[in-house]
T-cell receptor, first 110, second 111 residues
Framework: EDKVVQSPLSLVVHEGDTVTLNCSYEVTNFRSLLWYKQEKKAPTFLFMLTSSGIEKKSGRLSSILDKKELFSILNITATQTGDSAVYLCAVDNYGQNFVFGPGTRLSVLP | NAGVTQTPKFRVLKTGQSMTLLCAQDMNHEYMYWYRQDPGMGLRLIHYSVGEGTTAKGEVPDGYNVSRLKKQNFLLGLESAAPSQTSVYFC??????????FGSGTRLTVV
């Protein structure tokens, strides 16, 4: 059964810290890995990764995929309180739906 | 551009009552999904549809039914609500760019 695991499940940091969120996966077929940010409501899209070693960057957020070791990391530098959210990792396995991980709840304290 | 719209946003039901959650998308997406999200459980797929007139079971389909009579709408029904169905429900759609677009969620409490 295809599976996505995220770690840590919960993380508390202070503003200005740098954090690394982890996502590992076991799927029979891999098309892409996606990161979403979920604040109070709907998850919003951050990144889609399809190739190993190519960093995607958006402001203070960046992500990279390792298809050999089957994992991805999401980095957030100089964290702000507005980064507090649940970060979801999902894998597109060419199936009808994505496989989601449980999410990492990040709390950034002032 | 509304994207994915869910109604209602909040609802409280008594055990045994029925209700329908409506999801509407205006992006002409073929794929639509209903998920529930519970603390510590992540997003769990209830039912999904790959096109108008089609539906399929997901990971946790029991106690729910769905219909996709029109391409833009995907309805989730609870025939006899149970406290275990207290959750936040998300609808999503997916087009050719692979990514999901989520609705804003429905918080359902069954007492």
């Amino acid at each position: 059964e295809d599976k996505v695991v995220q770690s840590p499940l919960s993380l508390v940091v202070h503003e200005g810290d740098t954090v690394t969120l982890n996502c590992s996966y076991e799927v029979t077929n891999f098309r892409s890995l996606l990161w979403y940010k979920q604040e109070k409501k709907a998850p919003t899209f951050l990144f889609m990764l399809t190739s190993s070693g190519i960093e995607k960057k958006s402001g203070r957020l960046s992500s990279i995929l390792d298809k050999k070791e089957l994992f991805s990391i999401l980095n957030i530098t100089a964290t702000q309180t507005g980064d507090s959210a649940v970060y979801l990792c999902a894998v597109d396995n060419y199936g009808q739906n994505f496989v989601f991980g449980p999410g990492t709840r990040l709390s950034v304290l002032p | 551009n509304a994207g994915v719209t869910q109604t209602p946003k909040f609802r409280v039901l008594k055990t045994g009552q029925s209700m329908t959650l409506l999801c509407a998308q205006d992006m002409n997406h073929e794929y639509m999904y209903w998920y529930r999200q519970d603390p510590g459980m992540g997003l769990r797929l209830i039912h999904y549809s790959v096109g108008e007139g089609t539906t399929a079971k997901g990971e946790v389909p029991d106690g729910y039914n769905v219909s996709r009579l029109k391409k833009q709408n995907f309805l989730l029904g609870l025939e006899s609500a149970a406290p275990s169905q207290t959750s936040v429900y998300f609808c999503a759609s997916r087009g050719s760019n692979y990514g999901y677009t989520f609705g804003s969620g429905t918080r359902l409490t069954v007492v």
